[in-house]
């Protein structure tokens, strides 16, 4: 059930998260902290990229920041969403590159109570993200609405 009317907007920081050059295929495990160090259960309804890079981005987000395990009774991945480059936009053919998603119902929850959200950028494209000391700049938003339940 969630509670109609409140979304959270939790974001990562640019030079902050995800700083690193992340290869084809590579992932690059970020936690950030959700608004007020709020903890509980979420919906993700929507998500944004704003980035310097044009590639096929994806974000996992777990339930700890263990996140992945060998043992799937241990592992707590809980959804994903990815862009190809494709869906990349920009206004007037420079600067940023802008990717979004509305209408995701993917089932989050802090179990260990940290106030966090824990998840994985992973590059889907042959080449690499920028790294942030070289002038690669991005950001993952996501629209949170807390649930008393999934």
């Not at 700083?19 to 979420?42: H, K, M, P, Q």
């Not at 919906?43 to 700890?64: K, P, Q």
């Not at 920028?130 to 996501?142: D, H, I, S, W």
């Amino acid at each position: 059930m969630a509670q109609a009317g409140q979304v959270y907007r939790v974001s990562s920081v640019d030079g902050d998260h995800f700083t690193d050059a992340i290869v084809a295929n590579a992932a690059e495990a970020e936690s950030f902290t959700l608004i007020g160090g709020r903890r509980g259960r979420y919906r993700i309804r929507a998500a944004v990229v704003i980035s310097s890079d044009n590639l096929a981005w994806e974000f996992w987000v777990y339930r700890t920041a263990g996140m992945r395990d060998l043992n799937p009774n241990l592992d707590v991945f809980c959804g994903r969403w990815g862009w190809q480059a494709i869906n990349g936009e920009q206004v007037g053919a420079a600067g940023l590159w802008y990717y979004y998603i509305d209408g995701l119902d993917i089932a989050i929850e802090d179990v260990s109570e940290s106030g966090q959200i824990h998840l994985e950028l992973v590059n889907r494209s042959a080449g690499a993200k920028t790294a942030f000391a070289a002038g690669g700049r991005f950001r993952l938003e996501l629209l949170l609405e807390p649930t008393l339940g999934f």
